[in-house]
């Protein structure tokens, strides 16, 4: 999980990387997030995110109610405060090269971060 003193573009990393396995646990026939994706150019976490279209509670409670990954979900949820960035710059459209890697190596490390607790939800 998260260090003390990771960067904001690096916490946005994270907090998508959960998102997307969050948003891969409502549709299970969907596409599993990749460990080793990177995003580049002109990628814009804001984008991504508001592309996962994901309605936490509404598509969730439903996924829990028919009893899948139901630990998964509550661990995600209870470390989701920890991933939030204190700063919005770190959801900017346009990251920079230094923004983007930090973003990027944070994305790949919350992944494997829930690739080690629940193997069966990252590619």
Do not use: I
């Amino acid at each position: 999980m998260p260090e003390q003193n990771e960067s904001g573009h690096r916490l946005a990393g994270r907090l998508y990387a959960t998102m997307r396995v969050l948003k891969s646990l409502t549709e299970p026939s969907g596409p599993k997030p990749v460990g080793d994706e990177e995003f580049a150019g002109q990628d814009s976490p804001r984008e991504r995110v508001q592309a996962l279209k994901l309605d936490l509670f509404n598509d969730l409670v439903a996924t829990v109610q028919k009893g899948r990954h139901v630990k998964a979900v509550g661990e995600m949820f209870r470390a989701m405060p920890a991933l939030v960035p204190r700063q919005s710059v770190a959801f900017d459209k346009n990251l920079g090269e230094r923004g983007l890697a930090e973003f990027n190596a944070g994305y790949r490390a919350q992944l494997a971060d829930l690739k080690e607790a629940f193997p069966e939800l990252v590619e």
